[in-house]
């Protein structure tokens, strides 16, 4: 059983930045892709971004369009940590935020249902 916990979390004006993190039980942390997904309410939960490793310094990273160009998301394998680095932050950035793992390093799926395990969400709400 892997457990994640988030943190970061706040409330920033639009226009603002934010730092989440995400750290990992899991011993092998290097094998689990990673993903950050955020729920507003009233709505589904939805893909905001993945990473994983793909040995050595390689790293492989996807975005949804919405956050494309706005947010960056990074992980250090030695500290069992993924992170979200959310610039530019919109109104219609404010959710729950949840950090996803994946048992499978080669896929980054942007599909909640192909997580293996969830962390309890950190929630960011972005004022106008």
Do not use: H
Request: proline fraction near 2%.
């Amino acid at each position: 059983q892997v457990q994640l916990v988030e943190s970061g979390g706040g409330l920033v004006q639009a226009g603002g930045s934010l730092r989440l993190s995400c750290v990992a039980s899991a011993r092998t942390f290097s094998t689990y892709s990673m993903g950050w997904f955020r729920q507003a309410p009233g709505k589904e939960r939805e893909f905001v971004a993945a990473i994983r490793w793909g040995g050595g310094i390689t790293y492989y990273a996807d975005y949804a369009d919405s956050v494309k160009d706005r947010f960056t998301v990074s992980r250090d394998n030695a500290e069992n940590t993924v992170y979200l680095q959310m610039n530019r932050l919109k109104p219609d950035d404010t959710a729950v935020y949840y950090c996803a793992a994946k048992r499978d390093k080669a896929t980054m799926p942007r599909t909640a249902d192909e997580y293996d395990y969830w962390g309890q969400g950190t929630q960011v709400i972005v004022s106008s």
